[in-house]
C-alpha cells in the first residue's frame, strides 16, 4: 500500500496577531491544551516581571518561574523546580533564551510547551531544539515543537528593533542555507525533503521581497510566520538543514573566533548569507539580498559590523570547521585566504559598499 500523505509535526496554535497575548488564558482553554490554567510560566528576571503584572490576573491558576539566564543548568533547574506542582502545560514567555529554557524543561518533565516570542531575533521559536550554554561551550539540544505558538505584535514593538533586524537576517538567510542543501543534493546525493525546502525558502522569500517596514503590522507578521514556517520546516526535516548552510557556518565562526566581539545573530547570518550567494554566482540574488538587508538597517559588510578584511578572510576559512560534515559553498569552493580576500572584494564592490 502507498503512503499517501505523511504528518507534519506543527503547534496546534499558532497565534500571531496584535493583542494576541490578552487571550492567551482563552486560547489555551478553547484549544484543551490548558482548560484548568494551571501552567508553569517561564519568564525572565528583568522584562519577564512587567509580563507577570500584566498577566496575572488573567492567569489566576499559573506558577510563575524565573530563569537566571540561557544555560544548560537553568534548564535543568528549570525542569527540577516545575516537578512539584500538577501543570497542563509550560509557557516559556520571553525571548529566545527563556524560550529554549522552557523547550529543555518542558521535553524534560514531558509537558507540553507554549511558546510565546517577546522578540523576534532568530527562528529558533518553534524549532524543535533548544540551543543552550554549557560547560563545553554551547549545545543543541532536540525536544519536541511548541504545541502553540502565540506572537503579541504589539509586545514586539515594545522589543529593541535590534531584535526585529537581527529576525530579519535569519529569514533571509534560508535561501542561502536552502541553495547549499540543493547544491549538496547534486554534488554529494544528499537526501533533500522538498517539503522542508519549500516551507524555508518562502518564508525567506516572503521576507525579502516584502515592502514594508520594521514599525508596520503587516511586516511583522510577514517576518513572525515566517521564522514560525521556518522551525516547522526543521522538524520537517528532522535536522537544522533548511535554515543552516553556509551564513550559519560564518555565523558559528565569528562566535568562536571572536565571542567578545560578535555581532547579533540575524546580523551575522544575513551578511553571511549575502555573501554566500554571491559566492555561488548568484550575484544578481546577492544585490537584492544586501539591499534588503541595508534598507532594515543590517550590514552587509563586515567592516559594518567592526571587523577588517583580515578577520572577516579568517572567519570564513576556518567556517567549515565549524559543522564537520556538512556542505555548502564553502566546501565546495574550498577557497585559499587569497581566494576568499578576491571574492569578498568583488562582493563588496557589487553590493556598492
Not at 41 to 63: M, Q, T
Not at 135 to 162: F, Q
Request: aromatic share 4%.
Amino acid at each position: 500500500m502507498p503512503v499517501l500523505t505523511r504528518l507534519i509535526p506543527a503547534p496546534v496554535v499558532v497565534d500571531i496577531r496584535a493583542g494576541a497575548l490578552a487571550d492567551l488564558a482563552s486560547v489555551l482553554a478553547d484549544q484543551r491544551i490548558s482548560g484548568s490554567g494551571k501552567l508553569a510560566v517561564a519568564i525572565s528576571g528583568g522584562s519577564g516581571r512587567a509580563l507577570r503584572e500584566r498577566l496575572s490576573a488573567s492567569l489566576p491558576g499559573a506558577s510563575w518561574f524565573e530563569v537566571g539566564g540561557g544555560t544548560l543548568s537553568d534548564a535543568v533547574k528549570l525542569a527540577e523546580d516545575m516537578k512539584s506542582g500538577r501543570y497542563d502545560a509550560v509557557v516559556g514567555l520571553g525571548g529566545g533564551k527563556i524560550i529554549d529554557c522552557a523547550k529543555f524543561a518542558a521535553a524534560r518533565v514531558g509537558l507540553p510547551l507554549v511558546a510565546v516570542a517577546t522578540n523576534l531575533s532568530h527562528d529558533g521559536l518553534c524549532s524543535p531544539v533548544a540551543t543552550l550554554d554549557n560547560d563545553a561551550g554551547r549545545g543543541s539540544y532536540g525536544v519536541p515543537n511548541p504545541i502553540a505558538v502565540v506572537i503579541d505584535l504589539d509586545i514586539i514593538r515594545e522589543a529593541p528593533v535590534r531584535y526585529v533586524r537581527s529576525g530579519i537576517g535569519d529569514a533571509l538567510s534560508n535561501i542561502s542555507a536552502v541553495a547549499d542543501w540543493e547544491l549538496a543534493h547534486r554534488v554529494n546525493g544528499e537526501d533533500i525533503d522538498g517539503l522542508a525546502a519549500a516551507m524555508a525558502r518562502q518564508a525567506g522569500e516572503a521576507v525579502l521581497r516584502h515592502p514594508g517596514s520594521l514599525d508596520e503590522d503587516r511586516f511583522l507578521q510577514v517576518l513572525a510566520e515566517g521564522l514560525v514556517l521556518t522551525g516547522i520546516s526543521m522538524s520537517v526535516a528532522g535536522d537544522s538543514r533548511p535554515a543552516s548552510g553556509a551564513c550559519h557556518e560564518i555565523n558559528h565562526a565569528f562566535d568562536l573566533l571572536f565571542p567578545q566581539r560578535a555581532a547579533s545573530h540575524g546580523e551575522q547570518c544575513g551578511l553571511g548569507a549575502a555573501f554566500a550567494m554571491h559566492l555561488r554566482g548568484a550575484h544578481q540574488e546577492s544585490v537584492r539580498m544586501a539591499g534588503t538587508l541595508r534598507r532594515h538597517g543590517l550590514p552587509v559588510t563586515a567592516q559594518e559590523i567592526g571587523f577588517s578584511v583580515d578577520e572577516f578572510v579568517s572567519v570564513v576559512e576556518f567556517a567549515p570547521r565549524t559543522r564537520p560534515g556538512r556542505y555548502t559553498i564553502l566546501e565546495h569552493l574550498n577557497l585559499s585566504p587569497d581566494g576568499i580576500r578576491d571574492a569578498y572584494a568583488d562582493y563588496v564592490r557589487a553590493v556598492g559598499a
